[in-house]
């Protein structure tokens, strides 16, 4: 069981930047790959980003693309999530998630077990 921690949320304006961080703990494999989601109250939780914990391969969400950038720090047992760019639609609370997810279903919240308790990030305008 692999264990995740969210932190770095907070209240920005639009146009800033945050980074959020994903600690991970517990026994990964050459498959865990860590993600990242979010949920509005009023919306469906919606895929962020993708990372393979062994790999440096990366997907985005197409609301994301070219805003938010995912890594990963192995020696710190960290994933972090850059956002910048940001708009208030990305107000949320954004969570990482912990899976091994075949290819096809990187983005789908089912492939995930382990789920964080979630920071929130607001936008205001």
């Known amino acids: 069981q692999v264990q995740l921690v969210e932190s770095g949320g907070g209240l920005v304006q639009a146009g800033d930047s945050l980074r959020l961080s994903c600690a991970v703990s517990?026994?990964?494999?050459?498959?865990?790959?860590i993600a990242w989601f979010r949920q509005d109250p009023a919306k469906e939780r919606e895929f962020v980003a993708v990372?393979?914990?062994?790999?440096?391969?990366?997907r985005y969400g197409d609301s994301v693309k070219g805003r938010f950038t995912i890594s990963r720090d192995k020696s710190k047992n960290t994933v972090f999530l850059q956002m910048n760019g940001l708009k208030p639609e990305d107000t949320a609370v954004y969570y990482c998630?912990?899976?091994?997810?075949?290819?096809?279903?990187?983005?789908?919240?089912?492939?995930?077990?382990?789920w964080g308790q979630g920071t929130q990030v607001t936008v205001s305008s």
């Open positions: 990372i393979r914990w062994n790999g440096n391969s990366a």
């Open positions: 517990g026994q990964t494999f050459s498959n865990t790959a």
């Open positions: 998630a912990a899976g091994q997810p075949i290819l096809s279903a990187l983005s789908r919240q089912e492939m995930y077990r382990s």
